[in-house]
């Protein structure tokens, strides 16, 4: 059975275990921790516990579809004084921090009721606040202000730091060793994807790591963080942290999507990234359509998973 | 097995439930359906729901001791804006009734995630409020008015009535008619317990069923509501909406708490319920040690159970 190890947290690491949950693999999920927006963010400030949006997401990822667990891990008020907007899994997760003492114990028993396949890893348990240095060398502190973007959106990102400096979650690190396949992306890339790359332990694991290591490119660019982007820009950006000629596989979709779907992301100023990329002596490229553009462009799970099964 | 109904809600029904759990029994607990305080209140006030207060209680009571669930369930928050004071269990029972659609299916689905042990029903699906009418006919509105108190606690209750008019819970009526064992009380008598009697078709119920009929008296008064009052005093509020000679057994406790125990109850106004009745024509009296004084005045599961066992 294939150790499959997946890292990232928002919706583009969702897909990728929506698909894989249905293969015959032996699947973790590495999840960022530095998420500090809407419901996970109120609680992450009234708590001081660790951020649990990208944790919830996983998990509900993992955890079988018919179940009502699942339904109400999804569920958010939309109303009620203070509970407007709130997820009911983030509430879970928070009284289950409070209950067992740590987020790994609290995750491990959400793990354990939802019945999940497979495993949810924190990537680090510090709680720590993702930074961005833009190119005119201003600093924006807080996942949610450089996601939002509360800054310039012409301003490219010219580096990302973590506040105080987090430790690698060792169980994390060892996934990443014993893993045989190593998926990084799709998803946000400046607030889900890279914030795991410049942890320390995680970077030096994952070159440790005899693993093939894919990333999925992202099917649309996003306003304010990688407006204009191509797929080489991608890489660039994840090569710029993880060094150069770690990446085995590209995977990019080639299959635009309608003009009507194109027109719609217009309005929110993304656009579709060219899969410019060409195999070369350092990772070979994977360029097919995996797109699932019923309401929005997204990749398509289970088209994702067969091609990282593949490989 | 015995069939045996528990008709309540409040704290009293949740240690029969956790006493009777441990035996041998088809066990079903109908509940009281008018709470409006607390964090009850506000999610009944803000959702529209009916109150999930009660309904969390039994099910609680009737779930596996070491249950994370179980812990879940009764999770309180103590901090966070507009979170403070509610309780998941709460949360989780009024997102299932958004999810299903009705307060039956969510009660359900909550007693098969518990894994519960019998039955909880609604003593119905109206939504109504309690309201009380005092001895100098002032009228008060709201379960949580009457339980504080809110109005001069002197002043003793005339009448109980409910709006708008509730209809019984089929499947409530139901249970009660197919009992062999029905358990009513212990409880605040004004609002846990009398609330469900006023129900004209669980009334009617209560009176067609051959259920041996066994109402469980309070240990201690409760300022406000019943000031003052003896066993004989209870029972014969129970008498005047049950009607005489439907309650075929009466259990008192005999046991008197610690002085310690009684000075702190003093403070709360609540004294010693004398156990001034013997049995009768109408009804046997079962007057034995009941006491739980660890921390508080309250009933033995284990010898409350014992007892109702044996009748």
């Known amino acids: 059975m294939q150790i499959i190890v997946v890292i990232g947290g928002g919706t583009g690491t969702y897909t990728v275990l929506r698909g894989l949950k249905n293969h015959d693999v032996d699947l973790t999920a590495i999840v960022s921790m530095m998420d500090s927006g809407g419901s996970t963010g109120r609680l992450r400030d009234e708590f001081g ?18 179940s009502m667990l699942r339904k109400l891990f999804e569920y958010r008020f939309n109303k009620g004084k203070g509970l407007n907007g709130h ?32 495993r949810v890893l924190p990537i680090t348990t510090t709680n720590c606040q993702l930074g961005a240095i833009l ?22 990102i010219k580096k990302l730091f973590l506040i105080p400096k987090p430790r690698a979650y060792r169980e994390a690190v060892k996934a990443i060793i014993k893993a045989d396949k190593l998926i990084i992306g799709p998803g946000d890339l400046y607030t889900s994807i890279l914030p795991n790359l410049i942890i320390t332990g995680i970077r030096k694991a994952i ?17 304010g963080e990688t407006t204009g982007f191509k797929a080489n ?18 995977i990019c979709n080639n299959k635009k999507p309608s003009k009507t779907l194109l027109k719609e992301y217009k309005k929110e100023r993304a656009e579709f990234v060219e899969p410019n990329l060409k195999s070369n002596k350092k990772f070979k490229v994977i360029r097919t359509d995996l797109l699932d553009d019923i309401h929005l462009a997204r990749h398509n799970p289970d088209k994702l998973a067969r091609t990282i099964m593949k490989l």
């Open 87 to 118: 997820s009911l899994g983030n509430l879970f997760l928070t009284a289950l921090r409070d209950i067992t003492g740590t987020e790994e114990k609290a995750i491990q028993e959400a793990a354990r009721i939802l019945n999940i396949k497979g």
């Open 207 to 223: 070159n440790k790591s005899k693993a093939k290591k894919i990333y999925v490119c992202n099917i649309m660019t996003k306003h």
């Open 135 to 156: 190119e005119n060398n201003q600093v924006v502190v807080g996942e949610t202000n450089i996601d939002i973007p509360k800054h310039d959106p012409k301003l490219r």
């Open 49 to 66: 516990f660790l951020p649990q949006g990208d944790i919830r997401r996983c998990l509900i990822a993992l955890s079988p579809d018919t």
């Open 233 to 250: 820009d991608f890489v660039n950006e994840v090569q710029k942290y993880l060094g150069e000629g770690v990446l085995n596989y590209i």
